[in-house]
Every structure is written in C-alpha cells, then in structure tokens.
T-cell receptor
Framework: KQEVTQIPAALSVPEGENLVLNCSFT??????LQWFRQDPGKGLTSLLL?????REQTSGRLNASLDKSSGRSTLYIAASQPGDSATYLCAVRQRSGNTGKLIFGQGTTLQVKP | DVKVTQSSRYLVKRTGEKVFLECVQDMDHENMFWYRQDPGLGLRLIYFSYDVKMKEKGDIPEGYSVSREKKERFSLILESASTNQTSMYLC?????????????FGPGTRLTVT
C-alpha cells in the first residue's frame, strides 16, 4: 500500500531563507508527483507536477525534484517571503490499483516570519 | 485558467438531513473527484467519475453517493448526514489519462453536521 510522508510537519523560518520541504513515498511505481499549496480554510493550488520520467521542475522561486528509485521528492523555495506561509502537500499518482486517485502526504505547514 | 467551483464555502446541516454538495468545472475535463480532508488523516478520496454517469468508489465511500448527469457537474450526496461527516470537502478535476495530467481543486466546502 502506497504511503506518502512529509517531514517536517511544521517549519518556521525568517524571511529570505532558502528552504527545502521533503516528501517520501514507499512504492516507486508512480505516474507522477504533484506539489500543492493550501492556505488556511482554502482549497489546493497546484504548484508543480513532475512526471515519473522527469528529474525536476521549476516555477519561479520553486524547484521540485524527483528521485523515483529512492522514493523521494523535495520542494526547494528560494528567498522565502511571508506570503509563502501556507501548508504544502505532495501527492503521488500510482500505477497500481486505483490509478485515478492521488495519494497525499500530511503536509508541511510553513511559516515565514518578516 | 482552469476553474473548479463548489456551490458553498460553508454549510451547516442537522443530523439525518440529506445534503448535496455541488462541483462545477469549466475546462471540459472528463475526470472529477471528491475528497474529504480531516486533521491528522489528510485528504482521502470518496468517489471519482471518469465520464458522465460513470463512477467508481474511492477509499471511503460509505455514507456517500454521487451523481454525474452532465460532464461539467459532479455532485456528492450525503443521504443521511451524521456528525462524523463534519469535514472539509474538496472537489477536483483533470483531463483523462493516467500519466500526464494534473488535478485542479476547487475552494472547498466546510460542512458542519450538528
């Protein structure tokens, strides 16, 4: 059974720091991995999607990497800003079983202090 | 931009009531999903639909049903609401196919059953 884990559960950093959020998954047979942002009480905003054949994706100050063989992904945020404060979720779409769904981690809640 | 809308942001219902949660997407996506999100449990898939009038159970379908009469609209139905269905409900949509396409989420409906 696929399990997705995100460490740490919470992170607090001063503005301007570069930071890394971690995501690990137990079954490497995935189609893709998606990173989301969720603001309190709101829905999910898709940040980056990495296909299983890709190593990384970049969007602005965000860079996501994927090492499928070791079951790991990282989300790198450069020059963090208070507006980056949110919960970040990773999710995998797996090849086996019910392939329509995403399997989510519990999320990392990030606070960027001015 | 893909837009997924949900009929209500906040909803308060009484135990035993029949509850309808509506989701509409404007990108002609074949796939639509209903998740619920609970603290400590993360996001879990309730049902998904891959075409009009087609549906499949997710991980936690008990106590729920769905309806997809039109491609753009996917409804989640709580036949007889119970307090353990108090949760944040998130709808998502995506294009068909298993490998490439990301899921887009709506803003969520916070349902409280008293």
């Amino acid at each position: 059974k696929q399990e997705v884990t995100q460490i740490p559960a919470a992170l607090s950093v001063p503005e301007g720091e570069n930071l890394v959020l971690n995501c690990s998954f137990t079954d490497s047979a995935i189609y893709n991995l998606q990173w989301f942002r969720q603001d309190p009480g709101k829905g999910l905003t898709s940040l980056l999607l990495i296909q299983s054949s890709q190593r990384e994706q970049t969007s602005g100050r965000l860079n996501a990497s994927l090492d499928k063989s070791s079951g790991r992904s990282t989300l790198y945020i450069a020059a963090s800003q208070p507006g980056d404060s949110a919960t970040y979720l990773c999710a995998v779409r797996q090849r086996s079983g019910n392939t329509g769904k995403l399997i989510f981690g519990q999320g990392t809640t990030l606070q960027v202090k001015p | 931009d893909v837009k997924v809308t949900q009929s209500s942001r906040y909803l308060v219902k009484r135990t035993g009531e029949k509850v309808f949660l509506e989701c509409v997407q404007d990108m002609d996506h074949e796939n639509m999903f209903w998740y619920r999100q609970d603290p400590g449990l993360g996001l879990r898939l309730i049902y998904f639909s891959y075409d009009v009038k087609m549906k499949e159970k997710g991980d936690i379908p008990e106590g729920y049903s769905v309806s997809r009469e039109k491609k753009e609209r996917f409804s989640l139905i709580l036949e007889s609401a119970s307090t353990n269905q108090t949760s944040m409900y998130l709808c998502a949509s995506s294009r068909p196919g298993q490998t490439t396409y990301e899921q887009y989420f709506g803003p969520g409906t916070r349902l409280t059953v008293t």
